[in-house]
């Protein structure tokens, strides 16, 4: 991994070090700044107007697709207390296109800043950087002493649709439609981890199925560490009052195989579906895990709902929703009759804001 990288052609250090130091020293009122939100202006030029490292044009391409993603001018972003090179780049940047710049004294802030750069033996370069719990990936190659892009943008914890021709590099590859593209990814592993969120494992899910062994039967530990309620028991919900106020616009039902959690392709053809009709902005995905009548497996019918409902989890967040749209709760029951869901399912409601 390649996180310290030679500045020597682009800026004078000393003066660099100064400017990128009073740049990690402004405040959250610097997201109302009146600089327009172009991160690909003087990109390729530093103070002596030769060319930009490469490593430093990967970085502020995946950076010039920030503002299609998070708005300049409302929002600052959080730097650590131990910057690098990559980190100076980065502020100045996100400084040039609107942004407040804030220094932190731990991985904290809502959009904490992380980038990294790796490289393999056939010389592709990968940058990746993530900003809270939203993730841009981007792979790269040397052609002729310069840097091309290699890949499509890879957006994770997030389904904003975004345009990568109004990248920096975009009119490098305009005629190139598979790497003039976006893929929607799970959250990838980075080294420090990301603060705000992380994807469900197998480990994970079986640790809230084990717990679930023991639970009391009026509620239980979902895959984010809150307690719910049983739905067999109470209709409304964990979170009601989050969607009380919105509208139903889309329901799947994704029926499991007895005393299963597999998701099959069907189910995610359903998930799909319903994504189609997803909006990151307005809506919020209700996940309900169901386990009701009889069951051979130890876990009971609680683990069985709570893993369902995690399975589904897990499936939305590899597709890009990110974790904060997501809210997961169960019905179980060693009764089949008399509940409105389904005896081993999982429901999925699209609720959405009116607002």
Not at 73 to 91: C, H, K, T, W
Not at 144 to 173: C, H, K, M, Q, Y
Not at 205 to 211: E, K, L, P, R
Not at 272 to 290: H, T, Y
């Amino acid at each position: 991994m390649i996180k310290t990288l030679p500045l020597s052609q682009r800026l004078a250090g000393a003066q660099h070090k100064v400017i990128a130091a009073a740049l990690l020293l402004l405040g959250a009122a610097s997201a109302c700044s009146s600089i327009a939100p172009n991160l690909g202006a003087n990109a390729n030029a530093d103070a002596n107007n030769t060319l930009a490292p490469l490593s430093d044009q990967m970085l502020e391409d995946v950076l010039s697709v920030m503002p299609q993603l998070i708005e300049p001018r409302l929002n600052s972003i959080q730097f650590g207390p131990n910057v690098d090179e990559l980190d100076i780049i980065a502020a100045r940047t996100l400084a040039k296109a609107g942004y407040g710049i804030q220094r932190v004294t731990a991985d904290q802030g809502i959009n904490f800043f992380i980038a990294n750069q790796f490289k393999n033996e056939a010389g592709i370069n990968t940058m990746r950087v993530s900003i809270g719990e939203l993730e841009v990936t981007r792979v790269y190659a040397t052609e002729d002493g310069n840097i091309i892009p290699a890949g499509p943008f890879e957006l994770a914890g997030t389904r904003i649709t975004i345009n990568p021709a109004l990248s920096l590099l975009g009119s490098t590859v305009s005629n190139n439609a598979i790497v003039n593209n976006v893929e929607y990814t799970s959250i990838a592993p980075i080294d420090g981890g990301i603060p705000t969120i992380s994807l469900l494992s197998n480990d994970i899910i079986q640790g809230v199925v084990d717990q679930a062994t023991t639970a009391p039967g009026l509620t239980s530990i979902n895959s984010t560490k809150l307690e719910v309620k049983n739905r067999f028991y109470d209709v409304a919900g964990t979170f009601s009052n989050l969607i009380n106020d919105r509208e139903r616009v889309a329901r799947e039902v994704i029926i499991f195989p007895n005393d299963s959690m597999r998701l099959g392709e069907q189910g995610k053809q359903r998930i799909n579906k319903l994504l189609n009709q997803f909006s990151e902005a307005s809506d919020l995905i209700n996940v309900i895990g169901c386990s009701n009548g009889t069951t051979r497996l130890a876990i009971g019918n609680e683990g069985l709902a709570l893993g369902r409902a995690n399975r589904i989890t897990e499936e939305l967040l590899t597709l890009g929703v990110p974790n904060r749209s997501i809210l997961d709760d169960a019905c179980w029951s060693e009764d089949s009759t008399g509940v409105d869901f389904p005896n081993r399912g999982v429901v999925i409601d699209l609720m959405r804001s009116e607002t």
